[in-house]
């Protein structure tokens, strides 16, 4: 089995774009936790808590999610450096583990947003409610 120097170049891109959305989920979690603290600190309520304590459970889901992206990158670009140097057998292996990180990255990924929806939906719920 032979891999090409080009086939761990495809994943620049798409690493590329998908540690960019990562770094934006993470922003924007990271400024609704600074307003829920001030929020928090004027009222200590138990549901602005809980709201807290799922936002960090997210922003440590997407640092993973962060991790094994870059670490897919990392790997992609260590194979065809292998591939470069005819380290056939080595640059499978490389690119082998960096399709697999970005699997669990992304599985990571898949966690976190159910995390968002179910929360979203519970927010929902209660405002539904209000208005019953």
Known sequence: ???SI???????????LILLAYTNRFLTIAQIVRSLKS???????KSILL????LNLR????????????LCLFLSVFAMFLLFLEQQIFGIYLFS????CLLI????????????VTA?????????????
């Open 120 to 132: 979203l939906r519970l927010h929902l719920s209660d405002l539904l409610e209000e208005k019953n």
């Open 39 to 45: 929020h928090y600190d004027e009222k200590h309520t």
């Open 6 to 16: 080009e086939t761990p170049a495809l994943l620049f891109s798409a690493t590329s």
């Open 97 to 100: 583990a960096s399709l697999l």
């Open 105 to 116: 990255s992304l599985a990571i990924s898949f966690w976190e947003i159910s995390i968002s």
């Open 59 to 70: 922003l440590s889901l997407i640092r993973y999610m962060q991790l094994f992206g870059v």
């Open 1 to 3: 089995m032979t891999l």
């Open 51 to 54: 709201q807290i304590n799922n």
